[in-house]
């Protein structure tokens, strides 16, 4: 599929088909293509958690403002922005490193200096590793919604949730934040979309401050 076509025709999406299934094996190349999206200094501080399970699922639905899509969808990700996920010492951060080391873009010395730049940025205060977190976490997400448009699923970003109960019911740990959750399927075709929704213009978009 063109990418113009990808970007084009994504929608969220409200009616999926329950009985159409989407293989692992599908759901494994949406996240790996996925994965390709950009993040601050390589440090991809996004997680998934991938519900299939229907009693899941509704556990899930009810704290998700009852959304009929959450169990209608055959998958749902729950998206997880790592806050920590700039700490020196932090798994991720240590095999970047040891990655950037080996492709020869860094060189072993400058491991304190590395984490002590990324520490600067994000780790000042709470809300810098809040925004390093979410912002890169919505970048994959929003590769997640472009890769699987482009392998003929479709999918809708949400996050009417009750974050502190999603975060109880499903014991995920405190560094994480969540930022959507998202239906992964294909559209219940008895269904008809809506048309488009609106977009905002060039001259709406484009700001200037004097
Ligand atoms: C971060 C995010 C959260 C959203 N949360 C919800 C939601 O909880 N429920 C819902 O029905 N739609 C939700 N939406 C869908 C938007 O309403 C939708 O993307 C927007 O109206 C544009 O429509 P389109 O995606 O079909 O182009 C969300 C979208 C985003 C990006």
Known sequence: MDFNDVINQRRAINH???NEPVSDE???????LA????????LQPWSLMILRDLEEKKRLRKL?????????A?????FLADRDGW????????????EMVR?????????????KVIAGLYGTDDEKSQAFACKNTGFYAMAVMFAAKSLSLETHPMDGFDHDAVRREFHIPDNYWIPLLMAVGYMD???TLHPPNWRKTFDEIVVKFT
């Open 26 to 32: 599908l759901i494994k190349q949406v996240v790996e």
């Open 64 to 72: 998700a403002w009852d959304q009929p899509k959450v169990t209608e």
């Open 16 to 18: 999926f088909d329950p």
């Open 189 to 191: 075709r008895t269904k």
């Open 74 to 78: 055959p998958v749902v990700f729950i």
């Open 103 to 115: 492709a020869g873009s860094m060189v072993p010395e400058k491991y304190e200096w590395f984490t």
């Open 35 to 42: 994965a390709k999206a950009p993040s601050s200094f390589n």
């Open 87 to 98: 700490k020196k010492g932090h798994p991720f951060v240590e095999k970047n490193f040891q």
